[in-house]
């Protein structure tokens, strides 16, 4: 009775939001994007195409609301917001006569129903691996979440023609493919993957090969668009990234970036790239992390402490979102991965994230990298009883590379 009675409460939201705002994706061309990954990344590569293609857009993400000229960082602490809130966003997109609508999608927007009653007119999937396991119970039934957004815009979406972009890569791939067939003849799968794009010799300012998977899937989204592909080629040489994903606060004489990383297998991504793209063995990898989401994904934390035991010549353990969670435990579960890597791998606990950040950069010598992951571009630190503090982590590590007083 409970289950039942929380699905109705979700259920009627939605369908409410779209009553009162009009079914507003009825007047837009609807794109829901999900995965594990690169969400972020392959939706602003979508809108950067789009926009030099002339056309008006409006996106939701984790990291920015924009509709039209107007844009505001997503300071939600949600990256699908419910209560209306998605709604309201596709009814001022099509009010400022937006052409594209383009929504971020979570595995927990959908077990909330915040896709339904929005007809989109495509999804695409970036890709799927271990997340969000404690809340959703199992990776089984996080893929069905994922696969249920497919199997919703096949069978309820109103549009008369849904495309629907698969990973051809992934090993799930075949789970969403037939969520998708369920469409029938209105349905059209795209499969897509990197090697899909090397006849193109694209350059591309975005390091790492999972941004060719995110490069892949922005363009066969955009060829679906019959868009001049001189303009996508344009597009995706000029898109210099999106803030907190791998970016690069200093580049000498040594580098600092800051990524979004909070996951076994992006974390891994990101310190791989690091050390064979853009240090090409030169250097040592000086790695500051935590564990985002205090009191959920246990199961991550000694695993990612596995993988800096082998990538990382430093390791300074600190301070992450730990909401109610004692934060000296998540550190703890790290150090045992660390240790049980059987590296012998030193480590150093700063608790304060500002004092974990200085002391990396001080250790750093010309020719090596600090890497700062888990926050990205994260406006808040999440606390205890629902307490939250700003936080600006590209603004802080400038601040202290440039020896500035930092405000508490």
């Known amino acids: 009775m409970r289950i039942s009675l929380k699905f109705w409460y979700h259920y009627f939201l939605a369908w409410l939001g779209s009553v009162i705002y009009k079914r507003p994706s009825e007047k837009l061309l609807v794109i829901g994007i999900t ?4 969400k972020s990344t392959v939706m602003e590569l979508v809108n950067a195409i ?3 293609a002339g056309k008006k857009t409006a996106l939701i993400s984790s990291v920015r609301i924009k ?3 107007e844009s505001r960082p997503n300071l939600t602490g949600m990256t699908m917001p419910g209560r209306f809130f998605i709604q309201k966003f596709l009814r001022e997109a099509a009010d400022k006569d937006c052409q594209y609508a383009i929504v971020e999608v979570t595995s927990q927007g959908i077990l909330q129903h915040r896709d339904r009653f929005i007809d989109f007119d495509a999804a695409l999937i970036t890709n799927l691996e271990p997340e969000h396991i404690e809340a959703h119970g199992s990776f089984e039934k996080y893929r069905f979440s994922k696969v249920r957004f497919f199997r919703n815009v096949a069978l309820l979406s109103r549009k008369p023609d849904r495309k629907f972009f698969i990973n051809s890569k992934m090993k799930d791939y075949d789970h969403f493919a037939s969520a998708a067939s369920l469409a029938g003849n209105a349905a059209k799968i795209i499969p897509y993957n990197r090697k899909d794009i090397e006849k193109y010799k694209l350059k ?4 790492g090969e999972f941004n060719l998977e995110n490069i892949a899937a922005a363009i066969a989204l955009a060829r679906s668009q019959n868009l001049d592909w001189d303009i996508v080629r344009e597009a ?9 994903r791998l970016e690069f606060i200093q580049k000498e004489p040594f580098s600092v970036v800051i990524d979004y990383a909070h996951t076994p297998d992006s974390l891994e991504k990101v310190y791989k790239t690091l050390s064979h793209v853009h240090r090409k063995g030169a250097g040592r990898l000086i790695c500051v992390l935590g564990a985002a989401g205090g009191g959920r994904d246990v199961w991550k934390r000694p695993v990612m402490g596995e993988i800096a035991a082998r990538y990382c010549h430093e390791i300074i353990l600190t301070n992450e979102d730990p909401f109610d969670e004692d934060p000296n435990e998540i550190i703890h579960q790290i150090t045992e991965g660390i240790k ?7 480590f150093k606990i700063l608790m304060d994230r500002r004092d974990a950040i200085r002391a990396a950069v001080k250790t750093a010598k010309k020719g090596d990298t600090v890497i700062i992951t888990g926050k990205g571009s994260e406006a808040y630190m999440r606390l205890a009883n629902n307490k939250k503090i700003p936080w600006n982590e590209r603004e802080i590590v400038s601040k202290i590379l440039n020896n500035e007083r930092i405000e508490i």
């Open 204 to 207: 591309t300012k975005l390091l």
């Open 67 to 69: 509709v039209d000229k």
């Open 50 to 52: 789009l926009e030099l």
């Open 35 to 38: 995965g594990t990954k690169g």
């Open 236 to 244: 995706i040489e000029e898109f210099g990234g999106v803030p907190g």
């Open 340 to 346: 049980n890597a059987g590296l012998n791998k030193k």
